[in-house]
């Protein structure tokens, strides 16, 4: 058996735990700041938006490049919300078996 040790900075330990947490404790929090961030940093890549009055603020490379990680986030955070739910379904079955139900909450 071989062991790994790793450092990491105490703020990245602080924000994995706080995230963990809201995730566990708070999942419509989740939900809803992943929306937010897919929503907002989809905004720089909208063509009608991007050509309005701040049209030159919003097609700068900063800003597309900070939308392009918001959307990331968003996406990872809203993915990382599902397999928790998942796993939490998962667990709440009799014996720990996953039950597939469709849109129609038929099995």
Known sequence: MTTTEAQA???LL??????EFL?????????TL??????????????G?????GGTILASHAVQAAG???????NWLKSAQDSAAAKAAIESQPGGHAVIEDVSHRR
């Open 23 to 31: 995730t566990s404790e708070h999942p419509k929090v989740m939900t």
């Open 68 to 74: 392009a990680i918001a959307v990331g986030v968003g």
């Open 14 to 19: 602080n924000a994995t735990n706080a995230l």
């Open 34 to 47: 992943s929306a937010v961030l897919i929503t907002v940093g989809s905004l720089p890549a909208l063509p």
């Open 49 to 53: 938006l991007s050509t309005a009055a």
């Open 9 to 11: 900075p105490l703020w």
